[in-house]
T-cell receptor, first 113, second 114 residues
Framework: EAQVTQNPRYLITVTGKKLTVTCSQN?????MSWYRQDPGLGLRQIYY???????DKGDVPEGYKVSRKEKRNFPLILESPSPNQTSLYFC????????????FGPGTRLTVT | SQKIEQNSEALNIQEGKTATLTCNYT??????LQWYRQDPGRGPVFLLL?????KEKRKERLKVTFDTTLKQSLFHITASQPADSATYLC?????????????FGQGTELSVKP
């Protein structure tokens, strides 16, 4: 089954404690991205990757890091989480950057206290 | 400034009627426009993609129109069912010259009453 998986699905953590949210896709997609979704602000792109070892900033990259060492995985790293990073996070992948449907993961609900 | 707007209010309709959702944008010239469905707490699910040179696209009970002159897309669900209740997102697929991003609207919440 074609899918994007994310882990963990729910996470409550404290300010400053480094965390990683994993993302994996099994469709051999070139393009992967991370979004955060907040009430009233919609989906905003954090980082994206056009291919292995190629990553770039989206609209709201501050406080986040990513890596793309393998085609299937695109982890999101919060080195020092803060309460304003409390949000619902989605990983997505697609065959290419433009003109193709995005496959979204199930989401990770993060709370930083 | 660049902007994308969907119906600001939630849309409530009766089962069997046609739901029409609006997506308006300014200062973009997207090459494609996409529509997604999102259920509470879940990831968006792709529904339809329409190209800038296409006026209309259909898939089962769904129809999308794309007017690049008006800078508007309309999304129709015919013979609506309570199971169609969800939030619907439009997304502009911009070319590299305009940032090369998929830009999402905030969504319209649709409620179909039996």
């Amino acid at each position: 089954e074609a899918q994007v998986t994310q882990n963990p699905r729910y996470l409550i953590t404290v300010t400053g404690k480094k965390l990683t949210v994993t993302c994996s896709q099994n469709m051999n997609h070139e393009y992967m991205s991370w979004y955060r979704q907040d009430p009233g602000l919609g989906l905003r792109q954090i980082y994206y990757s056009m291919n292995v070892e190629v990553t770039d900033k989206g609209d709201v990259p501050e406080g986040y890091k990513v890596s793309r060492k393998e085609k299937r995985n695109f982890p999101l790293i919060l080195e020092s989480p803060s309460p304003n990073q409390t949000s619902l996070y989605f990983c997505a992948s697609s065959f290419a950057r433009q003109g193709y449907e995005q496959y979204f993961g199930p989401g990770t609900r993060l709370t930083v206290t | 400034s660049q902007k994308i707007e969907q119906n600001s209010e939630a849309l409530n309709i009766q089962e069997g009627k046609t739901a029409t959702l609006t997506c308006n944008y300014t200062n973009y010239s997207p090459a494609y426009l996409q529509w997604y469905r999102q259920d509470p707490g879940r990831g968006p699910v792709f529904l339809l993609l329409i190209r800038e040179n296409e006026k209309e696209k259909r898939k089962e009970r769904l129809k999308v129109t794309f007017d690049t002159t008006l800078k508007q897309s309309l999304f129709h669900i015919t013979a609506s069912q309570p199971a169609d209740s969800a939030t619907y997102l439009c997304a502009l697929d911009t070319p590299s010259s305009q940032g090369g991003k998929l830009i999402f609207g905030q969504g319209t919440e649709l409620s179909v009453k039996p």
